[in-house]
């Protein structure tokens, strides 16, 4: 895994900015996960990693967590998404990603998946999905 890379103050600010301007996916998993309300673990959101802003990441367990809208369908939105996945496991992390739609429409669903997720990247949790 590669050094720690120092958080520039301009990301640092990004990330405080997206904060509070979260999308409505990004609002609803937050109420789903926050205050380990999920499992009982410690989420993130709105943190730089790997020299991006990721959406919300377990530390505990490794995982980053990432929404993805329509603009993120494109082949050019792809391959940039595949290669900020890339370096962010290269720190160390696993990425998973979930659609805004699925977020909004299929909560429960999202939370299950990521109960996989979170017990494959850590062993056995202590409470199922919120």
């Not at 301007?21 to 730089?48: C, I, K, N, Y």
């Not at 995982?63 to 160390?92: C, P």
Request: proline share 4%; aromatic share 8%; net charge positive.
């Amino acid at each position: 895994m590669p050094a720690h890379l120092p958080i520039s103050g301009t990301l640092r600010s990004r990330a405080k900015s997206l904060r509070r301007s979260m999308t409505l996916a990004e609002q609803r998993f937050w109420r789903a996960v926050r205050a380990g309300r999920f499992a009982d673990l410690h989420f993130r959101r709105q943190v730089p990693i790997a020299g991006y802003i990721v959406d919300f990441v377990c530390h505990e367990r490794r995982l980053v967590v990432e929404m993805d809208g329509a603009t993120h369908g494109t082949d050019q939105e792809i391959a940039r998404d595949a290669l900020r996945t890339r370096r962010i496991e290269g720190h160390g992390y696993r990425v998973l990603r979930f659609w805004n739609g699925d977020v909004a429409t299929r909560l429960p669903d999202v939370l299950d998946r990521l109960f996989i997720e979170v017990q494959a990247a850590g062993g056995a949790v202590e409470a199922g999905p919120a």
